[in-house]
Each structure stands twice: as C-alpha cells, then as structure tokens.
C-alpha cells in the first residue's frame, strides 16, 4: 500500500455536501462522476496529497442506498493506492482477507478498484486502488 489515497463518505444529497465539504476543505470539488454500475454520483476534492470522495446513491439497490439506510450518513470506506493491484489482491488473499472483486473492477476517477469486507477488516471496508494506466 502506497499511502491513504481517498476517504470515502456517504451522503443524502451531493449538491449539499459539496458545499460543506467546499467549507471545511477551503477548496471547491474538481470534479463529479457517476459510476452507473456502482449506482452512485461522486465527487472529489484533493486535500494535499489525499483526497475526499462523497457518494450519493443514484438508484434503490445501491450499495450505497443500502449504507445509508443501514448506518446514515458518515464514513463509507478507505482507499489506499497500490501499483499493482492484483499482486495486493493475492497478498491480501493468502493473508486471510475476504476480497471482494477477485478481478479488480473500473471506479470512479480512472481507477482500477477492489475492496476488502468488512468482516475481515475491524469494520472498515478497505478499497485499493491503482491509476489505470499506471
Ligand atoms: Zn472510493
């Protein structure tokens, strides 16, 4: 794992949030993506070298609709950035982890992705990513 590369968070409503995010951040979103097989609208912010994803379900059986029904709004998962994700794939596999995309699958802002469960993580879904392209 390479550094923390973005937190991601769920929200109710993204045109709201991306106004307090814009407040605490000091910086405006750079940019709003929708992920249609993900069911979600995200925008990003940088924060130094880090960044913030907030996430907006776009349709009921999202997983991110099912979050917020669950827990509401709040922290939804961790990224860190790794440069060869299917070998952290393997690693993180014979180390007992529970992965959820054998096959790293394409997310939002040009990222090959994949997360760990939960279960197998103290509670907090784990997403590597890598740039595609890299
Ligand atoms: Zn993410």
Known sequence: MDKIEHIGIAVNDLAASNIVFEKILGTPHYKIEEV????VRTSFFQSGPNKIELLEAISDDS????????KGEGVHHIAFAVTDIKAEISRLKSEGFV???EE???GADNKWVAFLHPKSTN?????LCQE???
């Open 63 to 70: 997983p991110i609709a099912k979050f917020l029904d669950k």
């Open 132 to 134: 595609i392209g890299s």
């Open 99 to 101: 992965v959820l995309n």
């Open 36 to 39: 249609a097989s993900e069911g």
């Open 104 to 106: 790293p699958k394409r």
């Open 123 to 127: 509670g907090v879904l784990v997403e």
